[in-house]
């Protein structure tokens, strides 16, 4: 197996996205660009194990990106004059899913074919910003976290693929980061009390039930992610 991150090592190139086998060796830049700095960001592999997603500013404004698992062939998959983040693959990798900014009402989420077509917006939550999105096991759901402009804490929330079906899911108090669906019905996140208190990593079901404090330590946990 192999793990995907991002590095600012190159300092003249910005961030760049790098793979490196499970043990730490064999590091390799996979998408920066020469001599240019640009941002490179949040890689995702396909569930084949054949391509990454990711989104970069290369072309001077945040686009998804594809490219093979070598960083070779990168595509712009979005094409948009606002700004497009944080992507995810479906299981069955035919889907992708991300944030946008592009009606000037925040980051709201969006759905499209694997090769970018197919675009369309699955949310219209008024002065909110959407994150991390994150397909149900089935393909048929998107967890994700949702803060609205009036700076309240962070919540989960969950959509259908085709836009139906939009609720914050009431995990209690708190402010809440989407990390991964671990089942059809549970989630792992990670959670604070408030903004004085740091992160854990929770799990529970959607409805807030069999939670399970995983990680707490001195600093801040965030951002798990499950192994599918």
């Known amino acids: 197996g192999f793990i995907v991150f991002n590095s ?127 397909f149900s096991p089935d393909g048929t759901k998107i967890a994700f976290s949702i803060q609205s402009f009036s700076g309240t804490p962070a919540k989960l929330a969950v959509v259908n693929t085709d836009g139906a079906g939009f609720r914050i899911l009431d995990l209690g108090p708190g402010e809440f980061q989407m990390g991964s669906w671990t089942g059809e019905t549970s989630l792992i996140y990670a959670w604070r009390m408030s903004d004085t208190d740091h992160y854990k990593i929770v799990t529970s079901r959607l409805d807030g039930t069999d939670r399970q404090l995983l990680v707490s330590v001195g600093g801040n946990a965030a951002y798990p992610s499950w192994t599918r």
């Open 8 to 134: 600012g090592r190159v300092s003249s190139e910005g961030y760049g996205v790098y793979r490196m086998d499970a043990d730490g060796s064999s590091q390799i830049k996979l998408a920066s660009i020469p001599g240019r700095r640009s941002l490179n960001f949040a890689p995702r592999v396909s569930p084949d194990g054949k391509k990454i997603l990711f989104h970069s500013n290369r072309d001077g404004n945040f686009e998804i990106y594809v490219a093979n698992i070598d960083g070779s062939a990168p595509k712009n998959l979005t094409n948009d004059a606002g700004n497009d983040v944080t992507p995810s693959w479906s299981r069955a990798g035919d889907l992708i899913a991300w944030s946008a900014n592009r009606n000037g009402d925040g980051y709201q989420l969006y759905v499209a074919r694997s090769d970018g077509s197919g675009a369309r917006q699955i949310t219209r939550q008024s002065a909110s910003n959407t994150a991390r999105p994150d």
